[in-house]
């Protein structure tokens, strides 16, 4: 059974850093993602992790978050600096595996300004 599961949100001011976990079960990590949404706008694709290393960010958080990953703990990191409150969401974790899309649940993260 696969699953991931995301922690580290939570709520915080303007300007520090959080670092977001995800963990993988029932597949090896390949290509990973990160998404975030809010109820005022459609999910929206924050980040991305190919199974070779590549990675790529949206512009809203190019050059703030950045990604890493620790094969042996089968977990995706998302490091999350000087962050504004745009950044508010429930951030998700997902992965694409054997041509199937896997999500986990989420982590909330709430930024004030």
């Known amino acids: 059974q696969v699953q991931l599961v995301e922690s580290g949100g939570g709520s915080i001011q303007a300007g520090g850093s959080l670092r977001l976990s995800c963990v993988a079960s029932?597949?090896?990590?390949?290509?990973m993602g990160w998404f975030r949404q809010t109820p005022e706008k459609q999910r929206e694709w924050v980040a991305g992790m190919t199974s070779n290393g590549e990675m790529n960010y949206a512009d809203s958080v190019k050059g703030r978050f950045t990604l890493s990953r620790d094969n042996a703990r089968q977990t995706v990191f998302l490091q999350m600096d000087a962050r504004k409150p745009e950044d508010t969401g429930n951030y998700l974790c997902?992965?694409?595996?054997?041509?199937?899309?896997?999500w986990g649940q989420g982590t909330q993260v709430t930024v004030s300004s």
């Open positions: 029932g597949i090896r990590l390949n290509h």
């Open positions: 997902t992965a694409l595996y054997n041509g199937e899309d896997y």
